[in-house]
């Protein structure tokens, strides 16, 4: 079954140090995209990818880079982690264009401390 | 730019009743896509509903209905016969066809949906 898989589900990072969040999909998807969810501001953009070697910005791109190797595969990487970026961060992907909808993964979870 | 706006934070209801949740957004473009998502307590994202802007007709899914009203740039969920399962937080999201070439989704802050016995 097509799918989106998150790693690590839960991830706890020391302020200054680098994380990076994993992402793959099954779906064969051009599209994938990395959201933070907090609340009361529901899902934000973070970066996309439109294919294998392409990342573009998203709404709130700043502190995060990202990365995609291949087409199954998009990372988030947090190169000195803040503690104003502990939030619930989600991977989805996409075929992009007109009516299709995303994908999600189950989300990962990350502390700063 | 786009943007989507929920205003009920929060609504309660009783098992097997009728809720609607409200969602309004605001778009340059002629065309565009609006979804609605629904996010469980384990944090799953998944997809419900969505709506053609060029479609009069409003989309349904089971007991998921859509009230889509243009010209007040809004588009309400509507779900019936409630159950407890449909306890969740839903979020409405919108993708401009022509502005914006990304595919990328637009979500509102969301409404938490407490459904009681």
């Known amino acids: 079954e097509a799918a989106v898989t998150q790693s690590p589900r839960n991830k706890v990072a020391v302020t200054g140090g680098k994380v990076t969040l994993s992402c793959n999909q099954t779906?064969?998807?051009?599209?994938m995209y990395w959201y933070r969810q907090d609340t009361g501001h529901g899902l934000r953009l973070i970066h996309y990818?439109?294919?294998?070697?392409?990342?573009e910005k998203g709404d709130i791109p700043d502190g995060y880079k990202a990365s995609r190797p291949s087409q199954e595969n998009f990372s988030l990487i947090l190169e000195l982690a803040t503690p104003s970026q502990t939030s619930v961060y989600f991977c989805?992907?996409?075929?992009?264009?007109?009516?299709?909808?995303?994908?999600f993964g189950s989300g990962t979870r990350l502390l700063v401390i | 730019a786009q943007k989507v706006t929920q205003t009920q934070t929060s609504i309660s209801v009783m098992e097997k009743t009728t809720v609607t949740m409200d969602c309004v957004y605001e778009?340059?473009?002629?065309?565009?896509?609006l979804f609605w998502y629904k996010q469980t307590a384990s944090g799953e994202i998944v997809f419900l509903i969505r709506?053609?802007?060029?479609?009069?007709e409003n989309a349904t899914v089971g007991h998921y209905s859509l009230n889509f009203q243009k010209p007040k740039s809004s588009i309400g969920l509507i779900i019936t016969a409630t159950q407890i399962e449909d306890s969740a937080v839903y979020f409405c999201?919108?993708?401009?066809?022509?502005?914006?070439?990304?595919?990328?989704?637009?979500f509102g802050d969301g409404t938490v949906l407490t459904v009681k016995p």
């Open positions: 989805a992907s996409g075929r992009g264009l007109g009516n299709s909808d995303y994908t």
């Open positions: 779906n064969n998807h051009n599209n």
């Open positions: 990818s439109y294919g294998a070697g392409s990342t």
């Open positions: 778009t340059q473009d002629s065309s565009y896509f």
């Open positions: 709506q053609d802007s060029y479609k009069k």
């Open positions: 999201a919108m993708r401009e066809v022509y502005n914006t070439n990304t595919g990328k989704l637009t």
